[in-house]
Every structure is written in structure tokens, then in C-alpha cells.
């Protein structure tokens, strides 16, 4: 069985491999997330850098070209308190956010809240 690769220095290799127009937003998303929830577990899977509350996927951070999607696994669950989440999955929805534009900490936070707490449930 493959284990999931936690540690901080394969973690800081993540945020190297990005473009510098990229890091800001990607460490500010990054301590927004664990400042909400500090418990959350950080790992490097598919590529991305995803956050796990009691082992299970909450939310990752998708650097893409031009923008960076907040991945919450659960999000279909909340696109009502959340009108903003965009996707149309089952159950994953993402908030796009674009580089070099101030990061909203309040609703980073609020949706990092909510997506553990109905993880929780």
C-alpha cells in the first residue's frame, strides 16, 4: 500500500516548483488554511498540496497558469452557504482565485470552517 508523503521539506520542494507570480498566493492560501484549522495534516498528492482532517481529503491548493483553485473535496455540501464555489461534480468544488489580487482571509477561513465541520459530522 503507498503511504502519503507528509514531510515539510517535500512540502517546501511543492512551493520551489512554483512560478513567483504563484508562491504568494499559494503561501498566503496555505497559512490561511492551517490558521483556520490548525490540526489539518499537509501533504503532496496529484500534484497539488492537500490538507486531510482525521485522514480524509478536505482541501488542496491547484496552481494552475493564470489562477489558483481552493479545492474543497466536500464542497457540493456547501455551495449553498457558498455561492462562489464553482463545479458542477458530485461532490468537489473549487474557489478560483487569481495572482497578484488580495486573498479574501475571511472567506478562505469561513469555507475551511465549514468544510471540516461537516467533514466532522
Do not use: C
Not at 512540502?11 to 490548525?38: K, N, S, Y
Not at 482525521?54 to 491547484?62: E, N, Q
Amino acid at each position: 500500500m503507498r503511504s502519503i508523503l507528509r514531510t515539510p521539506a517535500l512540502i517546501d520542494t511543492w512551493f520551489d516548483t512554483l512560478r513567483p507570480e504563484q508562491r504568494p498566493l499559494a503561501r498566503a492560501l496555505q497559512q490561511t488554511v492551517l490558521g483556520a484549522v490548525p490540526g489539518l495534516a499537509q501533504s503532496i498528492k496529484w500534484g497539488n498540496l492537500v490538507f486531510s482532517h482525521d485522514g480524509v481529503h478536505a482541501l488542496a491548493i491547484v496552481i494552475h497558469k493564470d489562477h489558483a483553485n481552493l479545492q474543497v473535496f466536500n464542497g457540493a455540501r456547501l455551495a449553498e452557504r457558498f455561492p462562489m464555489l464553482e463545479g458542477t461534480g458530485r461532490g468537489m468544488r473549487h474557489l478560483r482565485l487569481r495572482y497578484r489580487q488580495p486573498l479574501d482571509d475571511g472567506l478562505v477561513d469561513a469555507l475551511v470552517r465549514a468544510s471540516v465541520a461537516d467533514l466532522a459530522e
